[in-house]
C-alpha cells in the first residue's frame, strides 16, 4: 500500500516555527488505483506571508476555521498506517508531517518513496523534474497547481506511469517495488537501528562482544546509520558483518555532536573509523614577528610553538597545508622557514613571490597577505561562547573557548541564557583539548546558525601584530 501525499506550507522550514503545514492531501494507493482520500485545510497557528498567498492562494482568512495539525494526527496516522510515503520531493513533505508529529511529542516514521528519485531513473534527461515541468511534458494535466489536492492528483497520475515503466525496466524487472521495500528493510536490520531517534547526535556500532566498532555522528542518527547499509563500500559491508548492536547519544546541536565524535574517536579508537583517531600532534605551523617586522610561518616541533597557527600529526601534513599557503597567498619562502635567512628564494626568481626577500615589496605589504591568511585560523576573540539549540525545545547548548582554544561544554535551561556570561561558565562540562577541535568550531562558525556571547572584552584591532 502507498500513501501519496502533499502539503502546502506558509514557510520554507519547520524550525522556529518559521515554516507550517496549511493544507494537506493524502490518497491512499493500492498499487493500481486511489482507494480512498483525505484533503483539509490546516490552521498553522502562525501568519501567512502574501508570499505564499500569492504561491498558494491560501489567506490567512481560508484557514482561521479550519482544523490544527493536532487535530487532524490521528487521521493521518489512521491514512498513512502500513503505507509506503509516497512524494514528489518526499524529503520537503515527509520532513515537515514528522516535525509537526515530534511538536506534539509523537515519532513519525514511515518508509518513503520520491517520484523525483524515481522519475531520475526511469525517465532520464529531462529537462526538469519539477511536478510542473515533468507533469507538462507527459501530459498530465495538473487542476490545481501549488494546492494540495490538485498536486497529489498529479503525482498519483506519475506515480501510475512510473509503476508501468518500473515493471518494463531491467533494474526492476521481475520484482515488484513492495518486494524492493522488504527486502531493503531485511537489510538495514531494523531491530538494531529501530532504536535510533531521528535527531542528532552520535551513534556507536558495538559487535557481539560490546567493542565499539565505529563511531558518527548526524543531525539524524537514524537516516545517517541506515545510510552505512545503502553502501557499496567493501568497509561498510564488513563492519555490517560485525554489527551486533547500537548505542546513542543525543546532543542537539550539530556542533556538539562534531565535538563529541571526534573526542570519543580519540578515546576508543573504533577499527573502522579512520580520520580524527590521533590524539598526538607532533608539529605546527607557528606565527611570529621577526627582528625585521616580517610576519613569519613556520613549520616546528608540536611542543616547540609560541603562537600555533594550525597543528598536525605529521611533519608531511603541516608542509603541504604551508606549501598550499604559500601558492595561494604568495608568500616567501624564507620567511616561511623553506630556504637559507638570508637567500633571496627560488619562488622570486618563479614570479610566485613578490620579493619581499629582495627589498622589491614594502613589509607592510607582504604583512597584509599573511594578516588575512591568518584570520581564517584565528577566532575573532578568545574567549566566547557558542549558544544553540539543546536536546529538547527548553534547552539551549554552550560551547565555550578559552584563550582561543576549545575548553567544553553544557547545556542549560531557557531560563538560565539570561545569566551572565561567566555564570553559564560554571554549566560547562570541561573537555581535553585536541587541535583539530578549534578546526570544527571554526567551520561551524562560519555556517553562521549560532549566537556568539563574548567572555571577555577585547580591544578592537585589524592584524594580529
Not at 36 to 46: E, G, I, R, Y
Not at 132 to 150: D, K, V, Y
Not at 195 to 214: H, M, Q, T
Not at 411 to 429: D, R
Request: charged share 30%.
Amino acid at each position: 500500500m502507498f500513501a501519496i501525499i502533499d502539503i502546502e506550507t506558509c514557510g520554507g522550514r519547520f524550525e522556529f516555527r518559521r515554516g507550517r503545514i496549511t493544507e494537506i492531501c493524502i490518497l491512499k494507493h493500492d498499487g493500481l488505483s486511489v482507494i480512498d482520500s483525505f484533503t483539509t485545510l490546516v490552521n498553522p497557528d502562525c501568519f501567512i506571508s502574501p508570499y505564499f498567498t500569492g504561491l498558494t492562494g491560501i489567506t490567512n482568512e481560508m484557514v482561521a476555521d479550519a482544523p490544527k495539525f493536532h487535530e487532524i494526527a490521528a487521521k493521518i496516522i489512521q491514512m498513512t498506517e502500513g503505507c509506503i510515503f509516497v512524494a514528489h520531493n518526499v524529503s520537503f513533505d515527509y520532513g515537515f508531517i514528522k516535525e509537526e508529529f515530534k511538536s506534539l511529542g509523537y515519532t513519525y516514521r514511515r518508509n518513503t518513496l520520491c517520484t523525483v528519485r524515481l522519475s531520475r531513473k526511469l525517465l532520464p534527461n529531462r529537462i526538469s523534474y519539477s511536478l510542473g515541468h515533468l507533469c507538462a511534458s507527459l501530459g498530465i494535466e495538473i487542476f490545481g497547481r501549488h494546492r494540495a489536492e490538485g498536486d497529489a492528483v498529479a503525482t498519483a497520475q506519475l506515480f501510475d506511469l512510473l509503476m508501468q515503466l518500473k515493471s518494463q525496466h531491467a533494474q526492476y524487472k521481475n520484482m515488484g517495488l513492495e518486494d524492493l521495500m522488504a527486502r531493503r528493510v531485511d537489510k538495514i536490520k531494523q531491530y538494531i537501528l529501530k532504536k535510533l531517534p531521528e535527531e542528532c547526535g552520535v551513534y556507536y556500532f558495538r559487535n557481539k562482544a560490546g567493542d565499539i566498532i565505529y563511531i558518527g555522528k548526524s543531525n539524524n542518527i537514524y537516516q545517517r546509520a541506515t545510510a552505512h547499509y545503502n553502501s557499496d563500500l567493501k568497509k561498510s559491508k564488513k563492519m555490517l558483518n560485525d554489527l551486533y548492536d547500537v548505542d546513542f547519544v543525543l546532543t542537539g546541536s550539530e556542533l556538539i555532536a562534531l565535538l563529541l565524535e571526534s573526542d570519543e574517536i580519540k578515546k576508543h579508537k573504533p577499527h573502522y573509523n579512520r580520520m580524527r583517531k590521533a590524539h598526538e600532534f607532533s608539529h605546527a605551523i607557528d606565527f611570529f614577528r621577526d627582528k625585521l617586522g616580517v610576519l613569519n610561518l613556520k613549520i616546528v616541533p608540536y611542543d616547540e610553538a609560541n603562537d600555533a597557527l594550525v597543528s598536525f600529526t605529521s611533519y608531511s601534513s603541516a608542509r603541504e597545508r604551508l606549501e598550499t599557503w604559500i601558492d595561494e597567498s604568495e608568500l616567501c619562502l624564507r620567511f616561511c622557514g623553506l630556504t637559507g635567512e638570508e637567500a633571496q628564494c627560488f619562488n622570486h626568481q618563479l614570479k610566485k613571490c613578490r620579493g619581499i626577500c629582495s627589498g622589491e615589496e614594502a613589509i607592510e605589504d607582504y604583512n597584509r597577505r599573511v594578516n588575512e591568511l591568518v584570520k581564517n585560523y584565528r577566532f575573532a576573540d578568545s574567549d566566547f561562547m557558542i549558544l544553540d539549540k539543546g536536546r529538547r525545545p527548553d534547552e539551549y547548548s554552550g560551547v565555550l573557548v578559552e584563550e582561543g582554544r576549545y575548553a567544553g561544554y553544557g547545556y542549560f535551561e531557557s531560563s538560565e541564557s539570561f545569566q551572565t556570561p561567566e555564570a553559564l561558565k560554571g554549566l560547562v562540562s570541561r573537555k581535553d583539548y585536541y587541535p583539530d577541535a578549534n578546526d570544527l568550531i571554526r567551520h561551524f562558525i562560519k555556517k553562521g546558525r549560532h549566537k556568539i556571547i563574548k567572555i571577555k572584552k577585547q580591544a578592537e584591532e585589524e592584524e594580529y601584530f
